[in-house]
């Protein structure tokens, strides 16, 4: 990871327009560098004023033993930061611990200052936020140069993983409207806390998903403290995913709630197409998301063509018609034209009640007696 902003996937960038800004900005970063704590008693005692959830500190030693001393047949996924790994925590690692498996992110051993501070910002933010809508942080280690989090293990994974696997059996309607409407709750609480935090980085590859499919979000390495008072926005330097990003949070730096909407707006566009809000290997005016769809969205004629082929047809019309809209609002290049998160909540909870059909093949008989057809549920 380096010293560099760049995260995760090579499509994220970094934007500047003033070198100089950058340059003083990387100098007192490294001066900073030197305030991040380096031991569990240095993070407890920067949790001290908002930690409302107890963390456990783990030694790196116990990590060791969680997950098989980090076998490689454990590594559920990584990218820029490091590699996740599944453990599991018995009763014997620690007195008066439970049972139960979990899910091991560490983070290079680098010891960059960005690195640092995305695993700090973790800890700090899940520390304090507790939703049933947002991934469970249940503890870290932070030893010599080791920088791990230990998650709450969630057995599907990722919504990427799940959306656009050519392995997995295609996500159903039902269960891709419960899996935005419960991310939008997520970023509903984010927005409303007492103090509002901003997301920032809301992708399918951050949306992990349980084995009912109720969807948390994780990896807050790039959140932010979102304006209070009178202030719309914050500014702060631009880190994210090419593809998500809201366009005036690229341009400006300017960053507030409605930049977390515009991202939503993205993934539920990537909900009903079943398409990656960036692929190279369509044709290239399909190839962004966005720019191809958004056209497409108000006309109700030209919308079914967009719909993902892979569900088949089994979505109701209106569900689907009231979705597209909400995603066209959703990407308004005006953030103050943006829906509020709690609105969009508001929107999508009817759309969850669609009774999906039994994935089962139709066929007609024929009766002998009176030619007369009716169609049966194999």
């Keep these: ?17 003033n070198a100089k800004s950058e340059k003083n900005q990387a100098i007192k970063e490294r001066h900073d560098d030197s305030k991040l ?5 240095e993070v407890e005692d920067l949790r001290r004023d908002s930690a409302a959830n107890p963390l456990i500190a783990f030694t790196y030693k116990e990590l060791k033993i969680i997950t098989g ?10 990218g820029g930061f490091g590699s996740v790994y599944k453990g599991f925590i018995s009763e014997e690692l620690r007195e008066g611990l439970p049972s139960l498996p979990v899910a091991v992110k560490v983070h290079d051993g680098d010891n960059s200052h960005q690195g640092h501070r995305e695993w700090l910002a973790e800890v700090i933010f899940l520390g304090q936020l507790s939703h049933a809508n947002l991934v469970k942080l249940i503890g870290y280690c932070c030893e010599n140069e080791h920088r791990v989090l230990i998650y709450e293990y969630m057995a599907r994974g990722s919504v990427e993983n799940n959306l656009f696997s050519k392995i997995l059996v295609p996500l159903p309607w039902s269960i891709r409207m419960k ?6 709750k997520g970023l509903a609480f984010l927005h409303e806390a007492d103090k509002p935090v901003i997301y920032r980085d809301f992708k399918t590859s951050n949306i992990l998903l349980d084995l009912d499919y109720n969807a948390k979000l994780s990896d807050f390495g790039l959140a932010k403290d979102g304006p209070v008072g009178d202030k719309s926005h914050v500014s702060t330097r631009i880190m994210g995913t090419y593809g998500y990003a809201a366009p005036e949070y690229i341009m400006t730096g300017h960053l507030s709630p409605r930049s977390d909407v515009y991202s939503f707006g993205v993934v539920l566009l990537e909900l009903l197409t079943g398409r990656k809000s960036l692929d190279k290997l369509r044709p290239a005016r399909e190839q962004n998301l966005t720019e191809w769809a958004l056209p497409l969205l108000k006309e109700k004629k030209k919308l079914l063509n967009i719909i993902d082929p892979r ?15 909400l995603v066209y609002h959703c990407l308004n290049k005006n953030p103050k034209a943006r829906p509020l998160m709690r609105d969009i909540v508001d929107s999508l909870e009817p759309l969850t009640t669609y009774t999906q059909l039994p994935i089962q093949k139709t066929f007609t008989i024929i009766t002998e007696s009176h030619h007369d ?6």
């Excluded at 990871?1 to 327009?17: A, F, I, K, P, T």
């Excluded at 704590?37 to 008693?41: C, D, E, I």
């Excluded at 001393?69 to 990584?78: A, E, T, Y």
């Design 1 to 17: 990871m380096g010293n560099c902003c760049y995260r995760l996937e090579s499509s994220d960038y970094r934007v500047s327009s």
């Design 37 to 41: 704590p380096s031991n569990p008693k």
């Design 69 to 78: 001393n980090f076998r490689p047949d454990r590594v559920l996924g990584g």
């Design 179 to 184: 899996i935005a409407y419960g991310a939008a």
């Design 311 to 325: 569900l088949e047809g089994d979505f109701p019309l209106k569900g689907v018609h009231k979705a597209a809209m």
């Design 373 to 378: 057809q009716s169609k049966h549920q194999n």
